[in-house]
């Protein structure tokens, strides 16, 4: 019998092997979809874990997550607004400086992430070694190693999924620090932010995307606030 049900959101640079984990991590407990507006296709599906269910959302690749395409409207509106128990960023362990831009902005965006580096075992033919217990320090999540298409390190990342949702860990990420300036700035905003929109996403992310000048996501959060307002309405009248 499952206990409960949980979400987690996969995100990731194309090419990382995103997919083939998605795949071999829900087998064919899976379907793929549009997501509602968008002509993205978005691949769903699901496994258990120690009694519990999770369902699995496979995000569109992208490089980044500042609303330039498509594909990083949807990944980043999934992450920020549907807010799921946990995001896991897929990283290709042969290219890891290009990939943990895309680590850094989730870890700006939300708390509960798991850093997947996948494709150990080709690092490992190419001579390139990672230390994931000091980069777990300095993220302040956590950070495994696996082989998506072999399997390898699936017990220790399924192990981490459950003691994240069973809270025996707990995710802290090292927030980013930028000029003095740009802090100064963050630090008059942030309140703002936090007062219109309490239960919103990150205070500081969203402060960081205002002073960037972020239309897309003024709009999406202006159309978020008008649904939830008249969601509230809607309860007061019945």
């Known amino acids: 019998m499952m206990n409960n049900a949980y979400r987690i959101a996969l995100a990731g640079n194309p090419n990382t092997g995103k997919s083939t984990l998605f795949n071999a991590l829900t087998g064919l407990r899976q379907h793929t979809g549009n997501w509602a507006g968008k002509t993205v296709s978005v691949a769903q599906g699901s496994l258990q874990h120690k009694g519990n269910h999770y369902d699995l959302i496979d995000l569109p690749g992208t490089y980044s997550l500042f609303s330039n395409s498509a594909d990083e409207t949807v990944a980043r509106n999934y992450i920020v607004f549907e807010k799921p128990d946990i995001t896991l960023v897929v990283l290709d362990a042969t290219s890891m400086e290009r ?21 150990i075992d080709a690092a490992e033919k190419q001579g390139i070694k990672i230390n994931e217990h000091l980069l777990t320090r300095q993220l302040g999540v956590p950070v495994i190693k696996v082989s998506a298409r072999n399997k390898l390190g699936f017990p220790k990342l399924l192990d981490t999924i459950d003691r994240i949702i069973t809270r025996a860990i707990e995710c802290n990420p090292v927030p980013t620090i930028y000029d003095e300036e740009i802090e100064e700035k963050i630090s008059r905003l942030e309140p703002k932010v936090k007062e219109l929109w309490k239960d919103g996403p990150s205070s500081r992310w969203v402060s960081l995307r205002l002073l960037d000048g972020d239309e897309d996501l003024m709009r999406e959060m202006e159309k978020r606030m008008g649904r939830e307002e008249n969601d509230e309405s809607s309860r007061v009248m019945d």
């Not at 943990?100 to 989730?106: D, G, K």
């Open 99 to 119: 990939n943990l831009n895309l680590a850094l902005q989730v870890l700006e965006m939300t708390k509960n992430v798991i850093i997947c580096i996948n494709l």
